[in-house]
């Protein structure tokens, strides 16, 4: 499994950025689907972010859409997530974890974690004046 590593996260005002980092302390994350997900307290881990094995498919989910963006540097083993526009309801532990791929050709990810994949401790951020 994945050893995952996430850093970045902060306390931010509303309005503002923050980019996160996800990377693995042995494994190569090139050639896998990679996702972002959040979890606030009190609910369930949310998908909000995937992009493809060779970066050329990205998804978000409605509620990011437009201010976050995820992008991968597989020559320095990393993931990233671009937050923008940053709301108090973007609180929440952000994690990485690796994700499903469509079998077609540009590969595309879907933002839902390989069953019994890894994830790492997370990175909190919190959003707040």
């Known amino acids: 499994q994945l050893q995952l590593v996430e850093s970045g996260g902060g306390l931010v005002q509303p309005g503002g950025s923050l980019r996160l980092s996800c990377t693995t302390s042995?494994?190569?994350?090139?050639?896998?689907?990679m996702g972002w997900f959040r979890q606030a307290p009190g609910t369930e881990r949310e998908g909000i972010s995937c992009?493809?094995?060779?970066?050329?498919?990205?998804d978000y989910a409605d509620s990011v859409k437009g201010r976050f963006t995820i992008s991968r540097d597989d020559a320095e083993n990393l993931i990233y997530l671009r937050m923008d526009n940053l709301k108090p309801e973007d609180t929440a532990v952000y994690y990485c974890?690796?994700?499903?791929?469509?079998?077609?050709?540009?590969?595309?990810?879907?933002?839902?974690?390989?069953?019994?994949?890894?994830w790492g401790q997370g990175t909190r951020v919190t959003v707040s004046s």
């Open positions: 992009i493809s094995s060779d970066g050329t498919h990205t």
């Open positions: 974890g690796d994700v499903l791929e469509r079998t077609s050709i540009p590969p595309e990810c879907l933002i839902t974690p390989v069953p019994g994949g890894s």
């Open positions: 042995g494994d190569r994350l090139g050639g896998l689907s």
